[in-house]
């Protein structure tokens, strides 16, 4: 147990390369942790257990569920699934909590567990608690059963239903980028009445064709070359577990998850009537905010996270929130949590009954000068410090948000440096009303990077 590396457990996950930080034995002992924790909380019943389709999730999956049973716990295992229906079993089957095992995002090396009890996500402290359990070795013991519940057909029937089929024909191209998300989205987005074309709808954890993180340019060429070539009305893209979307309009152009989210906050808003609040991440445009306050509703600012963000939702009572990362969060007509494939859903619906393009429905969007996230590589043990003096640097010249790393208000645009959460490096992104400024911005803020010893 000593051996089990403290570094893999982060601020709302557990995340790690597989054969160096993350091995069998750290998923048994994980689930022994886990029992224990639902046991101190008053939660004693059934878990559910899901995996996305890397190769190494067999093992993982395996270990985890001897802990879980060794433990006294009995295991609902929904199989190979994305990560929005190991969700989504939490709200129709009887369990107390559930795991996923998925490397989300990261490279097909990485793997991790995203944790649930009672319908919401174990983050922060919490998840350093268990890291607590592990090294006290304080476990409960038993012997808990397993059984396999079989949950996307069932799940594809309630989506279908809270969306409806769309109000008149869409060309789209879905591209899975050989994740989780193959194995339902074409199945959904037939079944709501898309003209769908496939890419990469094969499932393949080891990601041959692209790496599926939508909210890298480079991993949406092919899928931009598809909406060109088939004259689609849209592109929809999923990264490895389908907990994130990614989209391409009708002119083969990339919407960044802060516009995407524009549009689920217009059609919300439309209904749900003014003031409503509606959370967004650091990493957003500023046309975010400004359109909220133009359809009626309270943009929030927030921390970047999907633990977070849903803390936030409950906390605001807010209808929908976003993140630029493609991540999007559902309290009205939905469950809460981020689901691509919903989302995915819910915005061809959103289009097909506009009667207007993507492009049209985004025109009076002020167009900001900005850069994509940028990922700038430091270790581990770093990167938190070199927030934390960045912080201190910029605050003291500049009007700042510090609510998730700084983001710095230039007047004329802004610019931010937060750490990752799930991966060694800083992210970055800078937004002006101009490409002089853009770079003027840009060049201060990583120019003091270089200062701290950081290679941009």
Request: glycine share 12%; aromatic share 8%; proline share 5%.
């Amino acid at each position: 147990m000593t051996s089990i590396a403290k570094e893999i457990f982060r601020q709302y996950d557990i995340r790690g390369i597989v054969g160096r930080d993350l091995h069998p034995e750290t998923a048994y002992a994980i689930g022994r942790a886990y029992a224990a924790y639902v046991a101190d909380h008053g939660a004693h019943g059934t878990v559910a257990v899901g995996r996305d389709n890397r190769p190494s999730g067999k093992g993982l999956r395996d270990a985890l569920v001897r802990g879980l049973t060794e433990s006294g716990v009995d295991v609902v295992d929904v199989g190979i699934v994305p990560t929005p229906l190991l969700y989504w079993s939490l709200h129709h089957l009887d369990v107390v909590g559930g795991i996923q095992i998925t490397g989300s995002h990261n490279p097909p090396e990485y793997n991790g567990f995203k944790l649930s009890v009672g319908k919401g996500s174990l983050h922060g402290e919490e998840i350093q608690a268990l890291y607590g359990v592990i090294m006290a070795a304080r476990f409960p013991t038993g012997r808990g059963r397993v059984r396999e519940e079989h949950v996307i057909d069932r799940y594809i029937a309630d989506i279908v239903k809270r969306v409806g089929k769309l109000s008149r024909p869409l060309r789209v191209v879905a591209d899975c980028g050989n994740g989780a998300g193959a194995l339902v989205a074409p199945q959904l987005l037939k079944a709501i009445g898309a003209k769908l074309e496939t890419l990469f709808c094969e499932s393949d954890g080891t990601f041959p064709n692209h790496h599926p993180d939508p909210t890298v340019v480079e991993n949406l060429q092919d899928l931009i070359a598809a909406v060109h070539r088939d004259r689609a009305d849209i592109g929809v893209a999923f990264d490895g577990d389908a907990d994130r979307i990614g989209v391409i309009d009708d002119q083969g152009g990339i919407v960044w998850g802060d516009h995407v989210l524009i549009l689920y906050a217009r059609d919300v808003l439309s209904r749900a009537g003014r003031g409503q609040p509606i959370i967004f991440d650091v990493k957003c445009s500023q046309a975010l905010p400004d359109a909220i306050k133009k359809a009626g509703g309270t943009p929030v600012m927030w921390k970047t996270g999907h633990s977070l963000i849903k803390d936030k939702m409950k906390e605001l009572g807010a209808p929908i929130a976003g993140e630029m990362s493609g991540h999007m969060f559902f309290t009205e007509g939905f469950y809460g949590h981020d689901d691509a494939l919903y989302g995915a859903a819910r915005l061809l619906r959103i289009v097909a009954d506009s009667g207007k393009s993507v492009t049209e429905l985004l025109a009076d969007v002020p167009k900001f000068v900005s850069t994509p996230e940028l990922r700038v590589e430091v270790p581990e043990s770093l990167k938190f410090g070199l927030v934390d003096r960045a912080v201190s640097h910029f605050a003291s010249k500049y009007d700042t948000v510090g609510v998730d790393g700084v983001r710095v208000n230039f007047g004329d645009g802004w610019g931010l440096i937060r750490a990752s959460n799930t991966q060694p490096v800083l992210v970055t992104r800078f937004e002006a009303r101009t490409p002089e400024r853009l770079s003027a911005i840009r060049d201060e803020m990583e120019g003091w990077l270089r200062t701290q010893g950081v290679t941009v």
